[in-house]
């Protein structure tokens, strides 16, 4: 079954000025419910615009987005959160730190649904809150009542993906979620990611930096340039694939930009 | 004596106003100057009601209302229309002036021998005196009108606060803190965060409404211009209730902020009676807000430069 539908989708910034960025070239892509999505590409490949399409932090110029057989094109961000659970690059941005993690965990259990007069902490809620947080093995089910700021950027990133998929979501989306954190607490959140996604096969998209995760982690995965698809690996191809292969094929990708760059300087040299 | 509990009434009352400004700056941090309007919208719906003899709570529920209805409209300017908050304070406040006008038909209203919460709350107490009128404290002759104005006072403050903090422990109100705290993370667990913003504001205009409908009501009179830096003033007291109480847990600033209501009353009162000039009253809480915002800069730098030393 067909979860995420992703077709002919464009977006340009600040059109019809000089800092005029074709960031998504008419992208297509099509997940199966339960698949795992690895996207790599160069910095300004569009790997990140891409995930935020699809989150609807802005509306695409065109093509169309369908998740779970709805058509959110026109969406709005907070709408489509329904659906949506997401970790961000910045462990600050998941959290909100000024309340305690049982506030902001009593916020993740109601994504996507009306809020109302409810007590957001009830016994059973905080219970179900100790139990799963302990699962984290951080020792942070000591520290319900405590402000999220207090907390390192690995715990806050372990939280944050706790509270994305507090409600199983129909698309997890994970923006680099392990960038901004030192070696071993990146370790954990994707241990943590691996336990959680494989556990419930959640329709995964992920965003890296690292070759390593790349090429370990997901059963499929794309490569973005300038804004297009310009590899998609899948089953046995990408079972195989090794962090050499992907250096790889960033060189050919590079040398292919310089080739066009000389090219062009003389073709302009010879005829202008 | 009857000067002390005078400027504990007045605290309290402002505390309401506190409470309005530490909803609209500290949970949303949304400068939001449209409190000075809003004050006398409620000062000025209350006493026009009461003058036409509408009872005293209903007057005063009326009051906070409009005070919601005025910041809707603010928050909407900034939500749906995009204005900077400031201006859209700004925008709402100014608008009002003219509405405060009409509603009261002209530039202030007096509420001699009329029913208010003040005279309602004095019957009682002196029924509950069995007619005296003033009553031995402690050595000192205090009047069983303003005893029982303040009590009425303090009754209702206490009332506003649990429901305030009853209110932002709801999954609503939690959803309305994140957003001030935020936005990226309270839009992806859901949330239409204008709509939070207008709320907000919203509710803290009501608050502040209700403040000017009680002030109004005890002084015996509503003025158009008795909002004037009123938003200054809230702020200078959700400053001290922070410095008073050290902590950002939720039920001690709401706390605080009555604290520092009451307490920067007492301060004024005794500047005045140390010969302070009213007329530099405005310019005394503008400076002292000024050096309350800067001195934590000192602080900080003042330690980096221990720490170099």
């Known amino acids: 079954m067909r979860m995420l539908d992703i077709r002919a989708v464009s977006k340009t910034f600040n059109p019809g000025t000089p800092n005029q960025v074709h960031s998504l070239r008419g992208v297509n892509l099509e997940l199966t419910a339960g698949s795992w999505v690895i996207i790599i590409g160069t910095n300004g490949s569009g790997k990140s615009t891409l995930l935020n399409a699809v989150a609807g932090t802005f509306f695409v110029d065109e093509g169309s987005i369908r998740l779970a057989g709805q058509d959110v094109t026109r969406w709005p961000e907070h709408a489509r959160a329904e659906l949506i659970g997401r970790v961000f690059q910045n462990p600050f941005s998941g959290t909100s730190p000024s309340l305690t993690i049982q506030d902001n965990l009593s916020l993740a259990a109601l994504r996507g649904r009306g809020r109302g007069l409810g007590w957001g ?3 059973s809620m905080v219970a179900r809150m100790r139990d799963e947080v302990s699962r984290l093995n951080m020792g942070l089910e000591e520290r319900l009542e405590n402000a999220i700021g207090s907390l390192s950027g690995g715990q806050r990133q372990a939280l944050t993906l706790l509270m994305a998929t507090w409600l199983r979501p129909e698309l997890l989306l994970l923006d680099e979620h392990t960038a901004a954190l030192d070696p071993k607490s990146a370790d954990q959140v994707i241990a943590l990611t691996e336990h959680v996604v494989g556990r419930a096969k959640l329709t995964t998209l992920m965003v890296t930096h690292s070759m390593h995760q790349a090429a370990s982690l ?19 191809e990408k079972r195989r694939l090794r962090p050499d292969d992907l250096l790889a094929r960033f060189e050919e990708v590079r040398r292919a930009e310089q080739l066009d760059e000389s090219a062009a300087e003389m073709l302009a040299e010879n005829y202008v | 004596m009857s000067l002390l509990v005078g400027t504990f009434t007045i605290g309290f009352i402002l505390s309401l106003l506190a409470l309005g400004v530490f909803i609209s700056f500290r949970i949303f941090a949304f400068p939001d100057i449209t409190a000075d309007g809003s004050v006398t919208l409620g000062a000025s719906v209350a006493a026009t009601l009461l003058i036409h003899g509408v009872t005293p709570p209903v007057a005063s529920l009326a009051a906070f209302g409009t005070g919601v209805l005025a910041g809707a409209c603010t928050g909407t300017l900034h939500t749906r229309f995009k204005i900077n908050p400031l201006l859209s304070g700004i925008l709402v406040m100014t608008a009002l002036y003219s509405v405060n006008l009409h509603v009261m038909g002209s530039s202030n209203i007096s509420l001699l021998g009329v029913n208010t919460l003040a005279t309602q709350s004095e019957r009682i ?36 606060g649990t429901l305030l903090y009853w209110f932002l422990r709801t999954n609503l109100g939690i959803a309305m803190r994140a957003t001030g705290d935020n936005v990226q993370m309270i839009r992806a667990l859901g949330v239409n965060d204008g709509n939070m913003i207008v709320f907000g504001i919203a509710i803290s205009n009501g608050f502040v409404a209700l403040s000017g409908a009680l002030l109004a009501q005890y002084q015996g009179f509503a003025d158009v211009g008795m909002g004037i830096g009123m938003v200054v003033w809230g702020l200078a007291s959700v400053i001290i209730g922070e410095a008073l109480v050290g902590t950002n847990q939720l039920g001690l600033t709401i706390i605080g902020a009555v604290m520092g209501s009451v307490l920067f009353r007492l301060m004024v009162a005794v500047a005045l009676r140390w010969g302070l000039s009213p007329n530099d009253l405005k310019l005394i809480t503008a400076m002292f807000v000024f050096v309350a915002l800067i001195v934590p800069q000192f602080i900080r730098k003042g330690r980096m430069w221990g720490a170099h030393a």
């Open chain 2, 125 to 160: 107490g002196v029924k509950l005196m069995r007619g005296a009128t003033t009553f031995d404290l402690a050595g000192w002759e205090v009047s069983v009108r303003d005893a029982m104005v303040l009590a009425a006072i303090v009754l209702a403050v206490l009332l506003t």
């Open chain 1, 218 to 236: 997901g059963d499929r995965l794309i490569m973005m340039h300038r804004g297009q698809i310009i590899h998609d690996f899948q089953g046995a």
């Open chain 1, 121 to 123: 902490l009830k016994a």
